[in-house]
């Protein structure tokens, strides 16, 4: 079983479009959680961690659901600029290795 | 890249030949990681380092050795390249002030 699921889409969605996505983690001992982003040939880079309380940063909300061992990302007025694969990651602390889910693409049409 | 550096960013090889990635850093952080990715599988622990002098076994080590002499550089060696070895190697430090993972530009590896 794969330490960290996503939904690898595409999600296709107009722009203003609001878009969720889920990523759930199989390891109950995980201690913190991210999302990256990643466009196309580059390397992953932070988009924003996840606090159980709950978080946001500007359009972008981040909720984790430690019971259910799921997390997910809200973009709401969707850009085209948003376009990329976007990375759950989970940190088990355990010398702080990291896990990372296949990622889910996202095409934010005109 | 956040002082991030990965030579090559792409090399071509025949099975069997030896190859070394070389990630360096700026920042003296201690924890270092090399990761790969291909299609669908989202981004596998190769090796990682938690300080200079130290490796250890992630997700997928077989087939890859590591070496960390200088704790601002990580190494990462193919002995004999397989073609399973085709694919984006990336190496990513870690800021245990931010808690974040920076990477490299990645490294394209094709084994034919």
């Known amino acids: 079983r794969k330490e960290v699921e996503q939904d690898p889409g595409p999600f296709n969605v107009p722009e203003g479009a609001t878009v969720a996505f889920n990523c759930t983690y199989s390891n109950s001992a995980s201690q913190s959680f991210f999302w990256y982003r990643q466009d196309c040939r580059k390397e992953p880079k932070l988009l924003m961690s996840?606090?159980?309380s709950g978080n946001e940063d500007g359009r972008f909300t981040a909720q984790l659901n430690r019971a259910s061992q799921y997390i997910s990302l809200l973009i709401r007025d969707s850009k085209l600029s948003d376009s990329a694969t976007y990375l759950c990651?989970?940190?088990?602390?355990?010398?702080?290795?990291?896990?990372f889910g296949s990622g889910t693409k996202l095409n934010v049409k005109p | 890249n956040a002082g991030v550096t990965q030579t090559p960013k792409f090399r071509v090889l025949k099975t069997g030949q030896s190859m070394t990635l070389l990630c360096a850093q700026d920042m003296n952080h201690e924890y270092m990681y090399w990761y790969r990715q291909d299609p669908g599988m989202g981004l596998r622990l190769i090796h990682y380092s938690v300080g200079e002098g130290t490796t250890a076994k992630g997700e997928v080590p077989d087939g890859y050795n590591v070496s960390r002499l200088k704790k601002q550089n990580f190494l990462l060696g193919l002995e004999s390249a397989a073609p399973s070895q085709t694919s984006v190697y990336f190496c990513a430090i870690y800021s245990l002030n931010t808690g974040e993972l920076f990477f490299g530009e990645g490294s394209r590896l094709t084994v034919l």
């Open positions: 990651v989970v940190n088990v602390y355990n010398f702080n290795k990291f896990y």
């Open positions: 996840v606090y159980s």
